[in-house]
């Protein structure tokens, strides 16, 4: 399976960045590398994508087994760290700077119609999450930022100064879980008229001025999440990208997808399991029926989570959980 060619591809892929514009520190180790590469089973004469490249450590398993891959990731310092890490494989790694759910696009771009496998690790990397100026960590000061694209032009702050206590609430409620969302949007609306709400310190201050700390999360760890969400659209674009990726995959080809929260791993588990179901069946027919959405066999029934070992030695993945299917 050799059909594609990287060469000339200079509108799309993104030139190795100067010394002075990459930033290659603090990004995570891949989790669950060796389940992620036994059940993808890549080799070499195969292409996969890896839809979210982060630090390169995914796309680097993949490529010590010989595959060759095409690397994408919306944000830029995760794109040099990649042109950094992995500049030995040569052409056998194209690194484009894209979000997942455009994949369709940049295989399009690419002369490429079909991939071997696919993978994407989906919400925020440690280097994010560990980089007070990206804004996405409650306990680092810096702006109240959180795009992971930072060409998109709404900031967290943007959505807290601006947005009504109904918009806010929503937001909470729906991609935090926070059962006080109206409380704290309404509370927050009266604070942001005194003062704008600016840094991640000063949304900290103010969630926990409204909602005092009783156990041993902090009371702004739900709102960081939702806006971050929101920020991000991480929703929407998982689902997106599911069809996206799904529509690229070859006969045989396997996806895998990592997630971190209830709410990624719902979408993706829905997904995998009416995209695999053989028959269904509704109360107002006689017998069941072949689903003709069918494109997937499950090859997890039940999601995999890191071992023991793993969390002990990087307490990130632990909330991991890894699905894979393979298209029919």
Known sequence: MKSWDFEDQALLILEKPTDSESSSGGYHV?????????????????????GTAGG??????????????????????????????LATYGRRVQIVQSNFRNAGSVLDGLGIDKVGGALIDVGVSSHQL???????????????????????PRTAADIVNTESAGELARIFREYGEEPRAMHIAARLVTAREKRPILTTFDLTAAIASIVPRTGP??????????????????????????????QRLAHGARFAVITFHSLEDRIVKNYFRDKSTEWIDRPEWPEPRRNPERIFRLLTPRPIDPSKEEVEANPRSRSAKLRVVERL
């Open 30 to 50: 891949p989790v669950m590398p060796e389940e992620v590469v036994a059940l993808l089973r890549p080799a070499p004469g195969m292409l996969f994508l890896d």
């Open 217 to 246: 999360r902090h009371p702004a760890t739900r709102i960081f999440q939702a806006l971050r969400i929101a920020v991000n659209d991480e929703l929407g674009v998982i689902r997106e990208g599911l069809e996206a990726i799904s």
């Open 130 to 152: 560990d980089t007070a100026s990206r804004g996405f960590a409650m306990m680092k000061d810096g702006p109240l930022d959180m795009r992971m694209d930072r060409e998109n």
């Open 56 to 85: 390169g450590g995914h796309t680097e398993k993949l490529l010590l087994h010989g595959a060759d891959v095409i690397a994408l990731d919306q944000d830029s310092d995760a794109i040099a760290q990649c042109h950094d890490r």
